[in-house]
């Protein structure tokens, strides 16, 4: 299979970063914060599980970006994986010690019907981010977390053969991956799938997609000139719109999002860059997303019997805040230090190729 030359990321700004980016994926954070908290209270809820599908483009589009001339360049994709896989364990750790804190306090309900044994097998299995096959849902502990094992998976395909495609083979993938993701998008939960085992299927078409229509938009755009512009502020808000509203019927509405809106959204974003002052802000902002991911879900499960009562704003309001100064604690104190511990392991792990296999992308999500 011939493979179209890798290109080396081309650096802007200061460190690289797409800033306009990193503010999209703050944004899709706090949505699906949001979506959880209004289920956690029993609320109708936004759409926002989509936010989902924008960050497994988002995933894409960097991943192609830093890693595709360095595996033409020799490194693994079991070296690689084990990168990813130090990227996500310890804040995914954390929200699932945040999970089993949840079920000892609470009680959860994707556990009330399992027997001992079968619960201390999913905690097992939960605690090395495999999925349980004693719930109906892959992650009853931390259900957001059936994404980032979707992600890895992905992750290792990509690194096992995505990112060798010429770009007609990978818009095939895409198509192919967009028929499975029409046909599995059904009711009652629509494109809300991919945490549920009888959805695995779904998942996979999501997951897929989106990753591959990431990839696609970095090749297409990733190296092109940015312009410093006031629309790097306005470009992320525009993921509003079809998370918080939706109109006419929910299939055609969710799929016309993640297949035609989001993309054409984030291949805007990747076109203009914040001004100079409102950089380094958009730049934490998406940092901070991966931490508030990795918790919200078992934090809002802790808060409930708390915010549960008080007007939704207010709930919203303190909800928020709070996670947001967990994150920022956790990513602080726990993921850097467990990240630099990661970092000299893989080292003394692949000494040869340290430089290749240590460096953790500032664009990572």
């Keep these: 299979m011939q493979v179209s030359p890798p290109k080396r990321p081309a650096n802007r700004g200061t460190d690289g970063r797409f800033a306009t980016l990193d503010g999209l994926r703050g944004i899709a954070a706090l949505l699906v914060a949001a979506f959880h908290l209004q289920q956690s209270l029993g609320l109708a809820a936004i759409n926002g599980y989509l936010s989902v599908d924008l960050f497994f483009a988002l995933s894409g589009f960097v991943l192609a970006r830093v890693y595709s001339a360095r595996f033409a360049e020799g490194l693994g994709p079991m070296q690689f994986t084990l990168s990813r896989f130090a990227r996500f364990y310890p804040l995914y750790f954390l929200g699932f010690l945040l999970g089993v804190a949840a079920l000892l306090l609470r009680g959860l309900s994707g556990l009330s019907s399992m027997t001992s044994g079968d619960t201390a097998a999913t905690i097992l299995l939960g605690g090395l981010l495999l999925p349980t096959p004693f719930s109906e849902t892959l992650f009853p502990l931390n259900p957001a977390a059936w994404s980032l094992f979707f992600e890895l998976a992905v992750n290792l395909l990509f690194a096992a053969w995505l990112w060798r495609l010429r770009d007609r083979s990978l818009l095939l993938v895409i198509v192919i991956a967009m028929i499975a993701l029409v046909a599995t998008t059904t009711e009652p ?130 909800f928020l805040i709070s996670a947001m100064i967990l994150a920022y604690a956790a990513q602080r104190l726990i993921d850097e230090p467990a990240q630099d511990l990661l970092r000299r392991w893989l080292h003394g792990l692949h000494r040869p190729r340290a430089r290749i296999v240590t460096t953790i992308s500032p664009l990572a999500p």
């Design 189 to 318: 939960f629509y494109m809300n799938m991919g945490w549920r085992w009888d959805e695995f299927t779904g998942g996979c078409a999501r997951t897929l997609f989106s990753f591959s229509v990431g990839m696609f938009i970095c090749r297409v755009f990733g190296a092109r000139p940015r312009r410093a512009s006031p629309l790097a502020l306005i470009l992320p808000l525009l993921a509003l719109p079809p998370i918080i509203w939706g109109i006419g019927d929910p299939k055609i509405w969710t799929l016309t999002a993640v297949v035609i809106f989001f993309p054409l959204l984030v291949a805007l974003c990747t076109l203009v860059e914040p001004p100079s002052w409102a950089r380094n802000a958009l730049c934490a902002f998406g940092a901070l997303s991966f931490p508030l991911y990795a918790i919200h879900w078992p934090l809002a499960a802790l808060m409930q019997p708390w915010l549960k009562g008080m007007a939704f704003s207010t709930a919203l309001a303190l």
